[in-house]
């Protein structure tokens, strides 16, 4: 029963489709005082459904009706009738910072909300026509509730949500969204509604279940006239694979660009990323992908990129993740294929150990501790490696694992999955075998550890290391670790932001067209930027077309990567600002208010 005056209910089914309230209500006042008649509509087409409730003013009443017209003929149908509790809401909204939640978890999202609703990491909410978080739902069968006469992309990229959400997010079924996932893949959906999904979960496509995903509502997708699609992983196919390729996609490899009707109709009505998200589609037992051959050729498409490329820093405030540009692949927008390569080499996300460029001291203490015992049989040291974002932790990581042949897990639930269970949970410790040589090293690239110091991660890895494993450990902040699990961790590194020479050296690597002078002036006037900061700036500048991108004259990359500069949002610019007293404020591009701010404190 709902709060307010006492409301009794009759449910009331098997009703004709011409029945109207003023009907009903007349029918059933002969049973008692009716406060309220509702029949029940299809939203999708705005007929009644064939059922309805009658509140009346008193049980007594409801239960007469129930009693004189159960079975009894109406408008040429029996009714079918019973008393009817109106379920609690299992979607409210909070009236402080505007989000819904689930009614289970109103309380404890009251107790921590301080009028943003984006604070609220920990729960699953709706922010109206903006945002969605949810965990992923597994569901056996889900034919029957996708929408009919749908095709390629859209039949591809579908998103199930329970009606209530849709109605909690405010916007109508085939709305386009752009979904997050935790491992940083990004995809772009349709949202459809489904009964099946709980409210506040989400059923996609092998999404990875139980695990939460964010999605943002795309309000204004950029539309073109024409885009042209590069196609890549054709590579090494042989002559008579690549025929058959360009007879399926009617496409000249490599030469000449043809209009493709089979791309054309599975695209239609579609949501396309950018070159950093490409769409996959198989061919012969490979995974082809489709990309724009050139995502920010237009300033509309420069601007989107740039707005998701400088807001990746841990200083960032809370809000919805950044929205990537997204194209609308139209009716009327003309598609084309080539198989040519993108004329921005970016090569810094896959290098060897010896070429990694800058994390001079990190690459020095991981191989006294890690790399040179391990050569000659002895025991490794477990470390923790720790930084800004955008710093280097990862590629050092990846790195390191393949000069030593390890694995290396990404994430949380992964790094629980690789740690040994049983003796945690009460079985015999002597069950349990130190790990062999070949797997007595685990390197996780976690970032961020979980709020909960009960979690069962900082049970397993003191448990872990006191048993002979050896981790070298990636996290974005030293002080997430608690100090008993700290303390079994013999070397604490910090990636930083790099310095003056370090920069030099990666602005070398990733821009072959440099000169030495170039890029040692480039570093000395990107002051607080991190190894992420300049592949965002490289990634800037290639889009440049007026200047040529990266791939035209010496000085026409200098003068695109110098504008670059201006629009990146120095990550280390708080810490390194401060930590080096020569720095000049006019050398640190942009961030005015953040200046003023350092300068008052």
Known sequence: ????????????????????????????????????????????????????????????????????????????????????????????????????????????????????????????????????????????????????????????????????????????????????????????????????????????????????????????????????????????????????????????????????????????????????????????????SLSPAHPAADAALLDAAIDSLTLEDGDAPKGPPPMPPVIHVSASCTLSLTTRPSTASLPLSSLSWDAIPGLTEAKTTLHQLVIEPRSVGLQPCSVVLYGLPGTGKSLLLQALGTQLAATVVGSLSELVDSLPLAEMDGASTSSFSPPSSSSSLLIADVNDLPTDKEHIIYRLIPEAIGRGLTMVLGVRSIDDLPLPIRVRFAGEIETGAPSEQERAAILRNLVNKLTDEDAEDLARRTHAFTAGDLVSMARVAACDYAHGGLSGTPEGAMAALTEARARIRPTGLRQFALEVPTVQWKDIAGNEELKMEIEQV
């Not at 939203?43 to 079975?71: L, S």
């Open 1 to 288: 029963m709902s709060g307010g005056s006492p409301r009794f209910s009759v449910y009331v089914g098997n009703l004709s489709y011409q029945t109207s309230e003023d009907d009903l209500g007349n029918f059933f006042s002969q049973a008692g005082h009716v406060t309220n008649v509702r029949l029940v509509i299809d939203r999708e087409t705005g007929r009644p459904k064939g059922f309805g409730f009658c509140e009346f003013a008193d049980e007594a009443a409801a239960q007469n009706a129930i009693t004189m017209f159960n079975g009894q003929d109406f408008n040429g149908r029996s009714l079918r009738m019973s008393s009817h509790k109106k379920k609690a809401t299992a979607i409210v909204e909070c009236g402080r910072c505007g989000c819904s939640v689930l009614a289970k978890d109103d309380s404890k999202h009251k107790e921590t909300c301080d009028g943003d609703p984006y604070s609220d990491e920990e729960r699953s909410l709706v922010v109206s026509q903006v945002f969605l978080r949810g965990s992923v739902q597994h569901i056996a069968e889900v034919e029957g509730d996708l929408p009919e006469n749908t095709f390629g992309w859209a039949k591809r990229n579908i998103v199930l949500v329970h009606p209530s959400t849709l109605r909690a997010l405010d916007v109508q079924p085939r709305q386009p969204v752009v979904v997050f996932y935790p491992s940083g893949a990004v995809s772009t959906a349709l949202l459809w509604p489904s009964s099946q999904v709980s409210p506040l979960r989400i059923w996609l496509k092998d999404g990875p279940k139980e695990q939460q995903v964010e999605i943002r509502v795309l309000r204004e997708p950029l539309l073109r006239s024409s885009l042209q699609l590069r196609v890549e992983g054709a590579e090494g196919m042989g002559a008579e694979g690549l025929a058959a390729l360009q007879q399926y996609l009617q496409v000249s490899i490599g030469t000449v660009s043809i209009h493709t009707v089979f791309v054309k109709a599975y695209l239609r009505g579609g949501y396309l990323l950018s070159t950093t998200h490409p769409l996959t589609l198989s061919f012969c037992g490979r995974q082809l």
